[in-house]
């Protein structure tokens, strides 16, 4: 069970990979004002920048997808398996984004969103 825990501190660190990887060494970076230097970005910086708010927008599913399963009695290592691909298939889908692959990360993403219906469900 305890590995469960630790996949969803995971899946929520990837959203901030993503904002490391929008500002990382980025010129004239302003951190009094992030949000108005990373909106001016171009490019694959304003690409990892998306891919982060995408990554923040997929949480709640995720979470509530893992947290009925856990209520509808999921098995709890097919369950970590899942949330394992889950988190594999984002990991894919920022690097997809970051790169600029839109058709590939689009199908990564609905791989994901499939995921997560798969984890829904799974203790059902």
């Not at 171009?42 to 709640?60: D, I, K, M, V, Y």
């Amino acid at each position: 069970m305890q590995w469960i825990g630790w996949l969803m501190v995971v899946a929520a660190l990837l959203p901030v990979v993503s904002a490391g990887l929008a500002k990382a060494g980025g010129r004239r970076y302003d951190n009094n004002a992030p949000r108005a230097w990373l909106a001016s970005q171009e490019g694959w910086r304003a690409r990892a920048h998306a891919s982060q708010q995408n990554g923040f927008e997929a949480l709640p599913f995720f979470y509530a997808a893992v947290l009925y399963a856990l209520y509808t009695r999921a098995e709890p290592q097919h369950l970590a398996v899942l949330m394992g691909a889950w988190l594999l298939v984002r990991v894919v889908y920022i690097a997809l984004y970051v790169g600029g692959y839109g058709t590939l990360r689009s199908v990564s993403w609905l791989t994901a969103l499939i995921l997560n219906v798969v984890i829904l469900f799974s203790g059902v």
